[in-house]
């Protein structure tokens, strides 16, 4: 069956740092999205992308967030500067169709931040 | 925007017995409501979910209700199982590109 990779699965790094968390969707799928679940708390929309393009974006995903698919076949979301607090879960997800009618997203395993 | 509340956040039931988790949700316009199942070290996978043309949905030991009236819909375990021990997150759509995610519920099933 057709599944969402993420990598790496946990990744730790220093306050002040950039890091890149890698994804690849669902090969026929044509929107991507990432969200992330802080420790005991409920899984929290960042942002979506199709065509190249943000569709849609939360307040979270904020000038030191972006997302970039340098290729045909990953998704990337890189924080330039990370903060204490954007230690979470970060999950990224994929679809077939978006939009009012966005339906089925496949989420990957996730990868697990750490900010020290 | 859109807001889920989902309800109880923990739930322990017999194995065999059934478990039912409830949601409700404010935007009278949302037409698409998935569940999804959390295992530990996971990522949410969808099992069901409804769209607001219909009222209940089955599949196997699992159903769910929409009242779009009350503005609620309800995910039902029949026969429960040791395996369906997990989190469970309902959501509703909350922008035209994202779901909103209730706090989730914890079922835990006892052998």
């Known amino acids: 069956e057709p599944e969402v990779t993420q990598t790496p699965s946990h990744q730790v790094t220093q306050m002040g740092q950039e890091v890149i968390l890698r994804c690849v969707p669902i090969?026929?799928?044509?929107?991507f999205y990432w969200y992330r679940q802080i420790l005991g708390q409920k899984v929290e929309f960042l942002v979506s992308?199709?065509?190249?393009?943000?569709?849609?974006k939360s307040e979270i995903f904020d000038d030191q967030f972006s997302v970039e698919r340098p290729d045909g076949s990953n998704f990337t979301l890189k924080i330039r500067s990370t903060k204490l607090e954007d230690s979470a879960m970060y999950f990224c997800?994929?679809?077939?169709?978006?939009?009012?009618?966005?339906?089925?997203?496949?989420f990957g395993s996730g990868t697990q931040l750490s900010v020290l | 925007g859109e807001n889920v509340e989902q309800h109880p956040s923990t739930l322990s039931v017999q194995e065999g017995d059934s478990a039912v988790i409830k949601c409700t949700y404010s935007d009278s316009a949302s037409n698409y409501f998935p569940w999804y199942k959390q295992e530990l070290g996971k990522g949410p996978q969808l099992i069901i979910d409804?769209?607001?043309?219909?009222g209940e949905k089955k599949d196997q030991r699992i159903a769910v209700t929409l009242n779009k009236t009350a503005k609620h819909f309800s995910l039902h375990i029949t026969e429960t199982q040791p395996e369906d021990s997990a989190v469970y997150f309902c959501?509703?759509?909350?922008?035209?590109?994202?779901?909103?995610f209730g706090k989730g519920t914890k079922l835990s099933v006892i052998p």
């Open positions: 090969s026929n799928h044509l929107y």
């Open positions: 409804i769209r607001s043309n219909v």
């Open positions: 959501a509703a759509p909350a922008g035209s590109y994202q779901l909103t």
């Open positions: 992308f199709y065509n190249n393009e943000i569709s849609e």
């Open positions: 997800a994929s679809s077939e169709a978006g939009g009012r009618r966005s339906e089925k997203l496949f």
